[in-house]
């Protein structure tokens, strides 16, 4: 017998008697056909609590695939991806238990959670005291899911990707830390000795950081003993054909199979050995041999923005581009495997230690290197002032994408609470601006020395946050306080401004403004001729500090000069000594929009190539506005056109002031006014002129809730106009205006869709209200079932009984409010006739009762045949003056191709009885489409808001 099998069975027979933490011992065999591990396993838990322990809990996460209704089938749902829920079975893991017995053999009672079933609750025979160990067989078949889901699991090739595939213990610090899986790669376990054998065919390649003592070889199989000490995670891979190398540097040995494409072997040597060091010299000693680092790990954590344009135009070179991805990922892997802390309530800490350190690196080696890259050179980018800003500068305006919007949340919130932009992107980019902020306002190296001391004291242990803080409040005699109270622990925003400078003969007295409810420090800068004369840093500022100074040789103040600070508002953060004020800034003029510049005024020039309707065909013109890429409160909008069809002058305008509210549902109130001019029909125009207020409610508790309520009032002007040359009949009032008031609520979730509609109307000749109700539900069995119910009555009607203008449509409303993208609205015949667009009475057959000017009632339903084809009926009653209700059906096929977005309607039967088989039937199919970017948008951002 070879060395290395004595080796194997000394730390097993080691592992069986030795007392001093968890050890976890597999016996594994794969068989590939069947997507099945057979596993034997022994468990040794210790209790390193002070507490007598009745019950132990497992995580197996596996199991978290078993069906459509568990926390990650929820958690796919909810970010909208239908892939699990269309899942077939066979495509979906489990785990089935067959024992689990003490060291006695006695079998022992478990049962999963029944709000987590990814999590086994252990009951033992007898009490286990602290600091004594519990021995528990089990024996389980491990069902891998598709490794399309999360990443993990077996691939269509038979390529296997195993990570959280066994059972493990759930970490016990006084209260039990167990969670289901949610697809956010944060395990919580214990460190544990870790012996493995595993048994899989021969065509296969084993990839692991345990340490492999031994391989044995069948005709058919192999086995591989694998050995790992302190470990928390044993990430195996089995590929038939292997892409991954290794770099062994004098620090670590890295196995990695990250695209390099275009990256020499000798300059990934000389890139690992650079990073290992980098490492090592900063975070401290890795104590293991290896660090495994893989494509799907930086998949799950990228470099966002320009880095993933694809190859050929990325504007950073093929070795940054490298060095970035692996320093990237060996960081989270480091912390991962070293720093015990919660990664589900506790992970700010970790990921501040991960972004803080990527962008020491990029200060310490690329300082130079822009954020837009190689593009920044280029002619007409580079006057943009994105491209004056640094590599590192992108960090700071990920994250306040979400401040700006008012979608940020707290360091503290728990991670599967997180919105799925503020867990990959802003939370993780917080963190790591917020450690650059404290360890600026400390000085001294502390934050790094805090930072190294830290990871050193608590490595492989089971920690906190708090003693962080606690070690650095012994470090500095600085309060920082502010930082983890106001900073962390809340959604506080950063906001300064100087005010009511006076000049005096030797001295300068100013206003330091703090326009939030915050305690953090600002920076303030003395400046001459664009070079920094002073820095100081202001503390405790409730509400106005007023500073007097000497008047030195400088000519200008500033706040947060040197935007270390994530501050909300840059623009009024200077004041110039000189005659006129310095935040009288001069106007910039920019084609296409740009990252904000505090130093000016800007105004944004965009040309414009629009297709809005038939009648002014490709319009040509441009927008002026001021909106930056992070949102700001007033946004203002000119857009004159030129008509090409209509040779007329068209286009709008808009004026908008936001003011965003925090801790409470109603999170924002937005009041403006708007104005168009377009085309409504051939040689017909319509001017709409129209303020308005809206209201925005969600659930304070749960941004990750799709529940929205929406309120908005608004009053419209409208006045139309009709040429020499129209084909429309002259209009009997042509100008006429609305006040309008409408509530909507809703949950627009994948499986369960919920919306309400109040909407209420007055004008000089009608009043009206109407309710719209839809319903979607979409069944385990992937049948889709659609419903909505309408109902509209007229308070007071005194238009002219000979026009419908300003009815209930039954299957196409004429629109006078001007809400919908029709792109033939006054058409009668032809295509865009033939556009549906669901409101008011939804029917898709036109009908002979089209209108009514009393009231309407409709339901409109439809339900899955087979994939996108679904079959539809409506039903309906429509009350004109003067006539008994009438009552309306149809019926026929959809073709669901884009929900929402792009539908076909076939109608079959009706009130006009069969219609498939009734002449010029193509002019019966009702087309359901959009070509609004923004509405095409909303399909990829409602997966990160």
């Known amino acids: 017998m070879k060395l290395n099998s004595f080796l194997f069975i000394a730390l097993f027979l080691w592992s069986c008697v030795i007392i001093g933490q968890n050890k976890i011992d597999l016996n594994a065999s794969i068989d590939v056909d069947t997507k099945t591990i057979k596993i034997n396993q022994r468990l040794v838990y210790q209790n390193q609590s002070n507490d007598t322990l009745t019950t132990i809990y497992l995580n197996d996460w596996n199991n978290s695939y078993s069906t459509k209704n568990t926390p990650l089938a929820q958690r796919f749902t909810e970010e909208y991806n239908n892939k699990f829920h269309f899942a077939k079975s066979e495509q979906r893991g489990y785990t089935i238990i067959t024992t689990i017995k003490d060291d006695t053999g006695n079998s022992l009672i478990y049962s999963n959670l029944k709000e987590s079933p990814d999590v086994i609750k252990v009951e033992l025979q007898k009490p286990l005291l602290p600091n004594e160990t519990y021995d528990i067989t089990l024996a389980y078949d491990v069902v891998l899911p598709d490794d399309n889901f999360t990443g993990y699991g077996i691939s269509p090739i038979k390529d296997f990707n195993l990570k959280y595939w066994y059972i493990t213990p759930t970490v016990y610090d006084g209260e039990w830390q167990y969670y289901s899986n949610k697809n956010l790669d944060d395990l919580y376990t214990s460190k544990a000795d870790i012996t493995i054998q595993i048994e899989f065919p021969l065509n296969y390649q084993l990839i692991s950081e345990l340490n492999t003592l031994d391989i044995r070889q069948t005709p058919n199989k192999q086995t591989f003993f694998l050995h790992g000490k302190d470990r928390v995670k044993s990430l195996l891979i089995l590929k038939k054909f292997s892409d991954f190398k290794f770099v062994q540097t004098d620090d670590f040995t890295i196995f990695s199979d990250l695209s390099s494409v275009g990256v020499l072997s000798e300059e990934k040597a000389i890139i690992t050995d650079k990073i290992t060091r980098f490492i090592t010299e900063n975070l401290g000693e890795y104590p293991h041999e290896r660090l495994l680092i893989t494509k799907q790990d930086y998949k799950k954590d990228p470099l966002y923005g320009l880095n993933q344009l694809p190859d050929f135009i990325r504007p950073f070179p093929d070795n940054f581009q490298y060095e970035l991805k692996l320093l990237k990922t060996a960081l989270n892997n480091y912390l991962e495997n070293t720093l015990l802390i919660n990664p589900r309530k506790d992970y700010w800490l970790r990921d501040g230690i991960q972004i803080y350190f990527l962008m020491k690196y990029v200060e310490t080696y690329y300082p130079d290197t822009k954020l837009l890259g190689t593009l920044a050179d280029f002619w007409g980018i580079r006057s943009f002032h994105a491209s004056d800003l640094k590599y590192n500068d992108q960090f700071n305006l990920f994250f306040m994408q979400m401040v700006r919007t008012n979608r940020d949340q707290s360091l503290t919130t728990s991670k599967d609470s997180l919105l799925k932009y503020n867990a990959n992107i802003a939370g993780k980019y917080k963190a790591g601006i917020g450690l650059r902020y404290l360890d600026d306002f400390v000085n001294s190296n502390v934050i790094e020395a805090t930072i190294s001391e830290y990871l050193k004291n608590n490595q492989l242990k089971i920690a906190k946050s708090s003693d962080f803080e606690n070690l650095l409040k012994s470090k500095t005699s600085k309060d920082v306080n502010w930082f983890f109270n106001d900073y962390i622990n809340s959604r506080k925003k950063i906001d300064f401004k100087i005010k009511d400078l006076k000049k005096f003969d030797d001295s300068i007295q100013f206003t330091i403004r703090n326009k939030r409810e915050n305690s953090m420090p600002i920076s303030l800068f003395t400046l001459g001729k664009d070079s920094i004369v002073s820095k100081s840093w202001i503390e405790n500022i409730e509400k106005d500090s007023t500073i007097t100074i000497s008047r030195n040789r400088f ?49 944004f020039l965009m040309p414009l190539v629009e297709f809005n309707n038939i009648y002014d065909g490709l319009t040509l013109g441009a927008k002026f506005y001021n909106k930056t890429v992070l949102r700001k409160r007033l946004n203002y ?34 009041y403006g006014i708007n104005a ?7 040689d017909s125009f319509v001017t709409i002129l129209s303020p308005s207020l809206s209201l925005f409610f969600r659930d304070n508790d749960d941004f990750r809730s799709n529940k929205t309520k929406f309120l908005n009032l608004r009053y419209l002007d409208i006045s139309r106009t009709v040429g020499e040359n129209a084909i429309i009949e002259d209009l009997l009032d042509p100008d006429y205006s609305v006040l309008n008031l409408r509530y909507v609520s809703s949950d627009p979730g994948l499986v369960n869709f919920n919306k309400w509609y109040y909407d209420v109307q007055f004008a000089k000749n009608f009043g009206k209200i109407a309710v719209n109700y839809e319903y979607r539900k979409l069944s385990e069995n992937n049948r889709q079932l659609n419903f909505r119910l309408f109902a509209g009555t007229f308070l007071y009607n005194k238009t002219d009984p000979n026009s419908d203008y300003f009815s209930f ?16 609205r006054s058409e009668a015949s032809g295509v865009f006739s033939q ?13 002979e009762t089209p209108f009514a000017n009393q009231w309407m009632t409709t339901a409109n339903a439809s339900t899955t045949i087979w994939k996108y084809i679904e079959g539809y009926g409506d039903l309906g009653l429509v009350k004109s003056k003067g006539l008994n209700p009438a009552f309306v059906y149809d019926s026929g096929i959809k073709l669901d191709l884009v929900t929402d977005y792009f539908e076909l ?41």
Request: charged share 25%; proline share 6%; net charge positive.
């Open 555 to 603: 000519e200008k103040l500033a706040l947060n000069y040197d935007k270390t600070i994530p501050e909300f508002n840059l623009r009024d953060n200077y004041k110039s000594l000189k005659g006129f004020p310095f935040n009288s800034k001069p106007v910039q003029f920019r084609l296409f929009k740009d990252v904000e510049d505090p130093n000016y005024n800007q105004i």
């Open 637 to 670: 909008r000119l857009s004159p056109q030129y008509a090409t069809k209509s040779k007329s002058v068209t286009g709008g305008s808009s004026v908008y002031y936001t003011h965003y509210m925090e801790d409470m549902d109603l999170y924002n109130l937005t």
């Open 676 to 682: 168009k001019y377009n085309s409504f029909a051939e």
């Open 809 to 824: 449509a039954l299957d196409r409303p004429t629109d006078y409010l001007f809400d919908y993208n029709y792109l033939g």
């Open 835 to 847: 556009q549906i667009i669901i409101a008011e009475g939804g029917f898709k057959s036109k009908l």
């Open 905 to 945: 309607y076939f109608p079959i039967y009706s009130n006009l009885g069969w219609e498939i088989g009734q002449p010029n039937y193509d002019q019966k199919i009702r087309i359901k489409f959009t070509v609004d970017p923004q509405a095409l948008l909303g399909l990829f951002r409602r997966k990160w808001y």
